[in-house]
């Protein structure tokens, strides 16, 4: 046997989110994705400051059935007009892998769908472990006001494409919306006691 | 295609370690592993009361290398005779293939050993990222006094192969000591003032 891969850990920093050492840093600006948002306007107006989106720390292994890749990603609060900052998301370049999100900080929304258009999400909060099986393209945005932070386990051959996503979309977008509950009076609540004086 | 896989999630309760749903539950007693401890007496004097050493909580997910298996360990605290409490430990079914331990609470030791007798280890705590890479056994031990915890992912056809373990051990054992530091007198300390006295 040729010399075998040797153990080694890495430390994920529970304040930050980030890794020590932190491996292969992707770091996403607006620029970097700035077609993928729904409000064009929005967009030219935000590109001066050019905010960055996200962070992925990677921990480098090799690419290939024998192993699994892991990754943390910090996605920043923020919304580009109303659409709330997410990744950019993607198929896995052999289709048919899946991959684990365990939730840490924050909170977010996983969006999927697979190439026949079938669309599904999932609330991460921290504890959220989600799954995402195979064929299904991925996306996470960050719907709190703080950082969401997970933690991504997947196989070490299934590889990233962007391709398809960056020329379609997904389904649906993410947005802000008035609050999703309101306080209405219970017209039963005390109405005996009225009736009683 | 035939119907795909759905996406789904499962909670991780950071008090406890387990998951909900709790997905295949496996349990391991003393009585289940009592030949692997060093201290024959000490696994006698134990068996009436026959301890949990540890509880795995497995996400129920296909065996196959489209998926990624992940599961929550809870290893308990204790030692039989000096040895402390373990997991059995395995070899993966298909040899070359990697795992993550993410600690998330409690400290252990993950020991690792290869079939040519190559031995490694990594001290874990919350946040330890561990990679056990392709063609390493692996056995974690909990060397702390309250509960060790942590999530693993592999690939999803790897598969458990306990035998070699069962019938050979592990090159080393973990064992308690005398205390790994002592308070000894610092022979220089207040030295200058009792000679100006």
């Known amino acids: 046997m040729t010399k075998i891969f040797q153990p080694f850990s890495t430390m994920y920093e529970f304040d930050s989110g980030a890794l020590n050492p932190q ?3 992707i770091s996403r600006r607006l620029s970097d994705m700035s077609s993928m948002y729904q409000d064009s306007e929005a967009v030219q107006a935000l590109l001066n400051d050019n905010p960055l989106i996200y962070e992925v720390y990677n921990v480098e292994v090799p690419e290939n059935e024998e192993h699994i890749q892991h990754c943390t ?4 609060p923020g919304k580009v007009g109303s659409e709330f900052f997410m ?5 896995h370049e052999i289709i048919n892998r899946a991959e684990i999100y365990f939730c840490l900080k924050g909170k ?3 969006i999927m769908q697979t190439k ?16 995402v099986p195979p ?13 969401f932070v997970f933690f991504a386990a997947y196989p070490g051959d299934a590889g990233h ?8 979309g997904f389904v649906k ?3 802000e919306q008035a609050e999703k509950y309101a306080l209405v009076a219970n017209p039963s609540y005390r109405k005996e006691n009225e009736i009683g004086e």
């Open 23 to 25: 491996g292969k840093l």
């Open 73 to 76: 990603t910090i996605l920043y």
């Open 87 to 91: 990744t950019k998301g993607h198929y």
């Open 108 to 110: 977010g929304l996983l």
């Open 116 to 131: 026949e258009g079938e669309f599904s999400s999932l609330e991460m909060e921290p504890g959220t472990i989600a799954y």
């Open 135 to 147: 064929y299904w393209a991925h996306r996470t945005v960050n719907t709190g006001d703080e950082t």
């Open 161 to 168: 494409d962007y391709g398809l996503i960056e020329t379609e």
């Open 173 to 175: 977008a993410v947005m």
